[in-house]
């Protein structure tokens, strides 16, 4: 051995693991361990050391050493992910090598990546660096060199957003009206649960991180003025419930997430309760329960598990898209974020309003927004609008005769009036409302189960939901709200219509 290696490897021995390490917000373990696991904040972290075999044991104490270091200070994603990197190292290494790891072993590693895993030189530079700087042994000093001398490809920071990646990037308008129709019909057909309806509309409507929604509890929603406040970063990955922003959520949503937590606290929950509980979404429960019943985030469901339980319910009903070739439309949640932050600034929002409904500490991840050329976004709208107009029908149900044919026949409970305008029945539910949490009328005609009469006052509705709109006119989030609905009448309306035309041609004819 070295003079070199000799003083490293005497080094590493007379410095041992301390008893217990804590993370910068108060999160602790016993580095000791073979495997750690840790909560912060909503978070659940783990690393089994174990799964190192084979002569790799021999790094394991080298590697507590350099993550010990990123504990300390780093986000606990951080750390779970730089040892991911070196697990990923190891596997693709193969048969483990004598002596230390070197340019060589790297130089391998990354001819074994393919084009879309380079990012992962990057990420393991990382702690390669923090690694050899410690004088920890297993690496040698050349790898610190030859990474820092080359490119470390990562991902494009904003691509996502300014190419408007069909995939990973912001929804079109008409991908989200597509969307949020899908999502109403599959609920009221009893094929989503309601806590993904309600997720799904609260990502639209506030553009948050899925780990800020993991964090909400209960007493999180005002049902009396339809207001919602989101916990909000302290650091990029780690949100504490110290800080909050608010928003407005619309009448409907506001109406079912009532609902849903009135269901919630007659199982028992209270104010303090989660608002997406883990016993709630997971199919099954936690491996090992982690958290204290004191613990303020007891019974939160991990973002991760949130976000994966998420897209299985939706992708299940997502419509198809125009922009990949009509398969069915990905919903990650960090999609709807790049949305909401785009939709702003197409509505004319500065970057610091940007920056802080998204809740950014400054203003340099807000660029991406504006980046996009508005041709680019034209010829996309160009392009998708007639492909997914058939897909993208507001109205989902069936246009009858009058109460003699609709389905429950004027059974209590199936007829929809909008007292408001008239005493005339707009239409009928053919499952009489059952279940049902929308606000009628105005849900109704979005929904699959109203068949609206043929000579019913049709566009007194329209005109209604149109004053309403230019009253809200100086707000442009509440100005859209009914937007979709507005839609669905007019659809209804240009449907009798052509039952109309069609009678009086048939009578024409038969003349």
Known sequence: MSQTNQVRASTAVAISLPDRIFSRNGASLNPNADIWMWTDGPFKARIDFTRYSGGYERYVLSLKHALTAFFKSSSSAHVVNLEVAFR?????????????????????????????????????????????????????????????????????????????NPLTGPLSEVEVTALYSAVNAAYGRGHLPLWSVILCRLLLACGGRISQYASLKIIDFNPDTRVLRLP????????????????????????????????????????????????????????????????????????????????????????????????????????????????????????????????HADLQNVDVYFSASPKVVENIDKAMGPLLAPLARAFQGRLVEDEANSTQKGTPGSRIIDFRISDETLGGCNQCAKGCAFNKPV??????????????????????????????????????????????????????????????AEAENAA
């Open 232 to 359: 909000q970063a302290k650091t990029r990955d780690e949100h504490a419930r110290s800080r909050f922003l608010e928003f407005d959520i619309s009448p409907q949503t506001a109406h079912l997430l009532s609902d849903y937590i009135t269901g919630l606290k007659g199982d028992g929950y209270t104010d303090d309760s989660p608002l997406f509980r883990e016993d709630v979404i997971m199919r099954q429960g936690p491996r090992k329960e982690l958290r204290n019943p004191d613990d303020l985030f007891y019974g939160h469901c991990e973002p991760r598990h949130l976000s994966r339980r998420f897209q299985e319910e939706v992708e299940e009903v997502a419509p198809p898209t125009a922009r990949l070739d009509f398969a069915p439309l990905p919903v990650t949640p960090k999609r709807f974020r790049y949305t909401y932050g785009t939709r702003l600034a197409e509505e004319g929002a500065s970057k610091v309003v940007i920056a802080n409904r998204l809740g």
């Open 88 to 164: 990923y190292f190891v596997e693709l290494t193969g048969p483990c090598p004598v002596g230390e790891f070197t340019a060589a072993s790297l130089s391998n590693f990354a001819s074994k990546l393919r084009h879309n895993e380079a990012w992962r030189i990057g990420t393991l530079n990382g702690l390669i660096q923090k690694w050899v700087a410690l004088n920890l042994p297993g690496i040698s000093h050349e790898c610190a060199t030859y990474l820092a001398e080359q490119r470390k490809p990562g991902n494009k920071k904003g691509e996502a957003v300014t190419t408007r």
């Open 443 to 504: 849900a109704c005609y979005t929904c699959f189960r109203f068949e609206p009469f043929l000579d019913a006052p049709h566009e007194e509705v329209r005109e209604r939901l149109l004053k309403e709109r230019q009253q809200a006119a100086e707000d442009s989030r509440m100005v859209s709200i009914n937007d979709e609905v507005i839609r669905a009448v007019e659809e209804v309306i240009a449907l009798c219509e052509q039952v109309r035309q069609e009678r009086m």
